[in-house]
């Protein structure tokens, strides 16, 4: 792994209306998606994938930067700004009270979310690893305390398997891991 993604921190964290604001826009999801699945791209590369002008894809990709989601990495050639995940992994927690707003926010995102896994997914039925992995679900009934401890050691976990991967290096298989804990509401 290079020297700076290994620099990076473990999880970025966006909460609340401002952040979920931030995530208004379908192009600044897309590439989202796709710079915190470890690519970098350029303004004219991330706007060939949100269907957008460099131009116009060059002022979401800044809007990402100030916000710190996204860092503008080293160009080989010193001429076209590269754009790279500002951590490992990303979260998007709703906060406390959504307004009708950050819910659709908040949807639409989890949407573009679904369908990097429905990618995933199909890939691995495809073409798996040794059909190795698994998907599931389960509902279960926790105190919010107990909601809080559980993502809490989740997250734990998944750093113990960050740090764990770090050392196998180039030796291991690359896995894509999603998870979510929502409350269940009828």
């Known amino acids: 792994m ?7 921190p473990k999880v970025l964290v966006l909460e609340g209306p401002q952040a979920l604001r ?4 379908e192009a600044r999801q897309r590439v989202i998606a796709e710079i915190y699945e470890g690519r970098e791209l350029t303004a004219t590369e991330a706007a060939q994938v949100c ?3 460099p131009s116009a894809m060059s002022y979401h990709l800044r809007m990402l930067e100030k916000a710190g989601v996204v860092l503008a990495a080293e160009a080989a050639d010193g001429r ?20 009708g ?22 890939r691995w039925v495809t073409d798996g690893a040794g059909r190795q992995g698994a998907v599931s679900t389960e509902v279960l009934r926790l105190t919010p305390e107990q909601s809080t401890e559980l993502v809490s050691r989740m997250n734990a976990l998944l750093e113990e398997y960050d740090e764990i991967s770090d050392a196998n290096g180039d030796e291991g298989l690359e896995w894509e891991t999603y998870w979510a ?3 269940r509401v009828r």
């Open 2 to 8: 290079a020297r700076q993604e290994a620099d990076l």
């Open 22 to 25: 931030l995530l208004a826009h």
């Open 51 to 53: 269907g957008l002008t």
């Open 80 to 99: 076209e700004r590269r754009y790279r995940r500002a951590a490992r992994s990303f979260q998007v927690r709703q906060g406390s009270r959504g307004s």
């Open 101 to 122: 707003a950050s819910r659709v926010q908040l949807r639409t995102t989890v949407g573009i979310w679904l369908d990097t896994l429905t990618r995933a997914v199909e």
């Open 181 to 183: 804990h929502v409350p």
